[in-house]
């Protein structure tokens, strides 16, 4: 085992509590603080708070594509890291100084999204930059731990931190996890004398945008370019729609909703481009034949293929990540059972600290499904495929928002309701999430070929990203008056129908994921011994 993995380890040990620690409280932090001071308590202060959590993520998995970009192309990973990691105690630092500082928090706040994303696809492929052929069969056993501490340290956190919130405050609270974050980049700094450091490389004459280019760009005699002029629509539609945001600030566009900020109108262009750009490059990639290798247009033709699968994934990252906002929430309007024998208040005394249960979850989940769910399905004759387990997992998400619906349904009839019922829709959800978050991983690693590997990571990042740009449509859908009026219609509380919304939304996902995977040509893109 390389001496150097230990300190890669233990950044990430560090790393992932200081993340999931100022994560998890972020909401409720926001709820009771003086930053949303100007609205009233109740659902618009909830609303606004949800809405900054679900922009932080937004920016958490976008980073990821300037990190990878820049290690690849520039510094290399090491110095990539080294420097986002300072980054991101910086942020940590903003947040743990202006609790009442609105401009100092929400720089925080940036500065962790930029840190945090930009050394996310760098950290475990670091780490195998360190094994070779003499030692490669130890590579499993360390993104193994890797697995294990990301979730040992989300577990841990999700517990510690918000009880450091109540009784602390927010100084210390948001201080824990900066100093963990410090801890992590001086132990990543101390190997620094051992890592075997991968130059970063130059342009891949055959890489996945250099072939796009060249498919949109080529002619053919006697025919068009329909597939650039797809892709031009593309890039027009989002500068149009960034200029509507900017005009939108000075002069009022009826027909421009005044709810869409830049985060929502950024990530919707950058949408439109990949859509767009993707189904008019697919259009014309056969013209980039001759002028790339077959296999490097069938690799552009194979991730084309999985950005379809990933946009059919990313309402499940809609659900995902509202545990720590939506679900937060509604916990604050539930009973903590601490007079009942079975409730452990020493570990659980506050609503934030049933996330927990997701961490908890996902590492007895994971060895239940490989030792006896799967091994019991096949031999029942069911062929249990990684696009079968994603969209089931998509499905199940959506059950669990369903139980989490009738949970809001029992608080808005006046019943008192126990906080240990929210265990259910947690243990669906996590059981989605391992059905489709580590499948997903697997599959677009045996679809992708060897040189579009590092894409295919780069596009599954942004899954999240879009997930949480839904919830913010919705949020801001919500606030038009047609939509309420409807919502007051059906004779649900806004937090009930937006619940069984989202579950509707898992579920017209899961049909969809369905009828495309039935036609989906798989490949096995697995690198020969």
């Known amino acids: 085992m390389p001496r150097q993995i230990g300190y890669i380890i233990g950044n990430e040990a560090c790393e992932r509590f200081s993340f999931y620690g100022m994560r998890n409280i972020l909401v409720p932090f926001l709820i009771g603080s003086v930053l949303l001071g100007y609205l009233p308590q109740g659902s618009e202060r909830d609303a606004a708070a949800k809405d900054i959590f679900h922009m932080f993520v937004i920016g958490v998995y976008f980073f990821p594509l300037l990190g990878g970009w820049l290690a690849d192309r520039f510094f290399g990973k090491y110095h990539t890291i080294l420097w986002f990691s300072l980054i991101y105690c910086a942020g940590h630092a903003c947040l743990a100084l202006f609790e009442n500082n609105a401009n100092g928090f929400y720089t925080g706040l940036f500065l962790i999204a930029l840190g945090s994303g930009g050394i996310k696809p760098l950290v475990v492929s670091f780490c195998g930059d360190q094994f070779d052929q003499t030692n490669k069969s130890r590579a499993k056993l360390v993104f193994d731990a890797f697995y294990w501490i990301i979730n040992f340290g989300s577990f841990f956190a999700s517990l510690l931190a918000p009880r450091l919130l109540d009784i602390y405050g927010p100084a210390i609270a948001f201080g824990v996890p900066g100093v963990l974050m410090f801890i992590a980049t001086v132990v990543f700094w101390l190997g620094r004398r051992h890592y075997v450091n991968v130059p970063p490389s130059r342009q891949d004459p055959d890489a996945f945008s250099v072939v796009i280019r060249t498919a949109l760009r080529a002619q053919a005699q006697g025919q068009g370019r329909p597939g650039l002029l797809v892709a031009m629509v593309g890039v027009v539609s989002a500068v149009a729609m960034l200029l ?5 600030a000075t002069v009022a566009l009826p027909w421009w909703p005044t709810s869409f900020g830049f985060v929502i109108t950024a990530c919707l262009s950058l949408g ?12 014309q990639l056969e013209r980039a034949r001759g002028a790339h290798p077959d296999a490097a247009v069938d690799g552009v033709r194979a991730v084309l293929r999985i950005l379809i699968v990933f946009a059919l994934v990313t309402p499940f990252w809609s659900l995902f990540d509202q545990k720590a906002s939506t679900w937060i929430i509604q916990g604050r309007e539930m009973i903590v059972p601490h007079a009942a024998w079975w409730w452990p208040s020493w570990l659980i005394d506050n609503p934030a600290q049933m ?75 996590t059981f989605g999430e391992v059905l489709v978050s580590a499948t997903a991983l697997e599959f677009a690693y045996s679809q992708a070929p060897q040189a579009m590997k590092g894409v295919i990571m780069a ?39 937006l619940m069984f919304f989202f579950a509707g939304f898992a579920f017209v996902a899961a049909l969809a994921f369905g009828v495309y995977a039935r036609r989906y040509p798989m490949q096995d893109n697995y690198r020969i011994a």
């Open 355 to 429: 996330q927990a249960l997701n961490p908890l979850l996902v590492m007895l989940l994971i060895p239940f499904n490989n030792l006896v769910l799967y091994p019991l399905l096949r031999g029942w004759g069911v062929d249990v495929t990684p696009l079968k387990r994603m969209g089931w997992g998509i499905a199940i998400s959506g059950t669990s928002w369903i139980v989490a619906g009738v949970l809001q349904l029992w608080i808005d009839d006046g019943q008192q309701v126990s906080l240990a019922w929210q265990s259910l829709p947690y243990l669906l959800l």
């Open 459 to 497: 596009f599954w990042y942004l899954t999240s990203t879009f997930g949480s740009l839904w919830v913010l449509i919705t949020n801001a859908g919500v606030r038009n008056e047609a939509v309420t009026a409807y919502i007051a219609s059906t004779g649900l509380s806004e937090n009930a129908f």
């Open 244 to 248: 509507l945001w900017a005009l939108s």
């Open 272 to 283: 439109v481009i990949i859509a767009l750009g993707g189904w008019g490059a697919s259009m």
